[in-house]
């Protein structure tokens, strides 16, 4: 049983094409998060939702929109695609709690590649 | 600004050697400094954590040592074996409010273990 699970693994697009990554969670947990890991492996916050509430929004284009219709999924479309869009987008969970109480489990991640 | 400093970027460690890598942070307000384990064309996962209230904390052959006075902890692996080799990342924790916390990741250190 897979806890966090994302779809495609793999996503080759063209520039200026639109996608979506799919992100399902099932450890009841009530918060998720997308976070983006570039080139030289460094991970970094885009988005966190609580019970479907935006709660961070760190500074991300406004071509990437979350999309969250309830507490197991959470899906990162993003438009008018750029290569330096280019990396793997990797969704995550935790219960709502301080951090030390709720790990943040990972799913496997997207490796996005936009020529 | 790099709220989390990681270092060495690579090591390089014979079989049965002790690895340890490094990290400081500035920010006062972080609460909890989990280690994260990625493994290639997987999602990170969680090796071991510290609050800030502890010096130590051991798991097997995984041992953290928090400094808080210098901001600094450290992650250290006794008897290192090939099975290790991956990238290891720290991290910061700090409440972000509204049941999410937001963890900030230093740059990751590539470990190999050489037999």
């Known amino acids: 049983d897979t806890a966090v699970s994302q779809t495609p693994k793999y996503l080759v697009t063209q520039m200026g094409n639109d996608k979506s990554i799919k992100c399902e969670q099932n450890?009841?947990?009530?918060?998720m998060y997308w976070y983006k890991q570039d080139s030289k492996k460094f991970l970094k916050i885009m988005f966190s939702?609580?019970?479907?509430?935006?709660?961070i929004n760190e500074t991300v284009p406004n071509r990437f929109s979350p999309k969250s219709p309830d507490k197991a999924h959470l899906n990162l479309h993003i438009n008018s695609l750029e290569l330096g869009d280019s990396a793997v987008y990797f969704c995550a969970s935790s219960q709502s709690s301080r951090g030390y109480n709720s790990p943040l489990h990972f799913g496997n991640g997207t490796r996005l590649t936009v020529t | 600004q790099q709220q989390v400093k990681q270092s060495p970027q690579s090591l390089i460690v014979q079989k049965g050697g002790i690895s340890i890598i490094n990290c400081a942070y500035e920010n006062t307000a972080f609460d909890y400094f989990p280690w994260y384990q990625q493994f290639p064309g997987k999602g990170p996962a969680l090796l071991i954590a510290?609050?800030?209230?502890?010096s130590e904390k051991k798991e097997g052959r995984f041992t953290i040592s928090f400094n808080k006075s210098a901001k600094q902890f450290s992650l250290h692996i006794m008897d290192s074996q090939p099975g290790d080799s991956a990238t290891y990342f720290c991290a910061a924790s700090i409440d972000s409010g509204a049941g999410s916390y937001q963890l900030t990741f230093g740059k990751g250190t590539k470990l190999s273990v050489i037999p």
């Open positions: 510290i609050r800030p209230d502890v």
């Open positions: 939702y609580n019970n479907k509430e935006l709660i």
């Open positions: 450890l009841g947990h009530d918060t």
